[in-house]
Structure formats: C-alpha cells, structure tokens
C-alpha cells in the first residue's frame, strides 16, 4: 500500500506561481513514476508531468515552460512549480504514484482567479 499527501493547493491571481508537493509513504519501490494529473470541473483528468526515479519526466504540450516537475527519491516526494497561472489551469490536481501497482493522492484544489 502507498499512501500520497497532497500540499500546496490554494488561491492565486492569474500570473501568479504556486508549488504544490505530493509525499508518498508505505512500500515504495526504488523504480516508480510519479506525477501530476488534473480535473476541470465537466472535464476528463488529463496529464500534466510526471517524473520517473531515473530522471525522465513528460509534460502535457499546452504546460511546457510553466510548470516544472521535480522530485526527491530520498524523501518520496514530488513537486509541481506552477508559474505564470492562467484562470484555465483551475483544477483538482491528483498525484499519482505507479509502481507495482497505482495509487492516487485526494487531490488538491488549485483557482486562478483572473
């Protein structure tokens, strides 16, 4: 079992950068993929990054150059800088932690007001 913490959600104006973290805990594997997906309100849950343990990360099109993933493989976490914040990137956005098998964070609420 993995269990994922979600932080740094919140309110930001359109322009503004948030950074949210996702901490797993339980039985980690040393080779994983950790990323980031995110629901719109009426919309399916869509990729934006996800980083593997060796390095490798894969971003969306539409966020290349506004947000950054990272991750520290000694504390299981993985981060999501998100800059230059458009009212479109509102969302709940769930870390995902894929190993043997996939686990899901509760997801973290994310408004860009304009």
């Known amino acids: 079992q993995v269990r994922l913490v979600e932080s740094g959600g919140g309110l930001v104006q359109a322009g503004g950068s948030l950074r949210l973290s996702c901490a797993a805990s339980?039985?980690?594997?040393?080779?994983?993929?950790m990323g980031w997906y995110r629901q719109a309100p009426g919309k399916q849950r869509e990729l934006v990054a996800i980083?593997?343990?060796?390095?490798?990360?894969n971003y969306a099109d539409s966020l290349k150059g506004r947000f950054t993933i990272s991750r520290d493989n000694a504390r299981s976490t993985v981060y999501l800088q998100m800059n230059s914040l458009k009212p479109e990137d509102t969302a709940v956005y769930f870390c995902?932690?894929?190993?043997?098998?996939?686990?899901w964070g509760q997801g973290t609420q994310v408004t860009v007001s304009s």
């Open positions: 995902k932690y894929s190993a043997y098998a996939t686990y």
């Open positions: 980083a593997s343990s060796d390095g490798s990360t």
């Open positions: 339980g039985i980690i594997r040393s080779i994983n993929v």
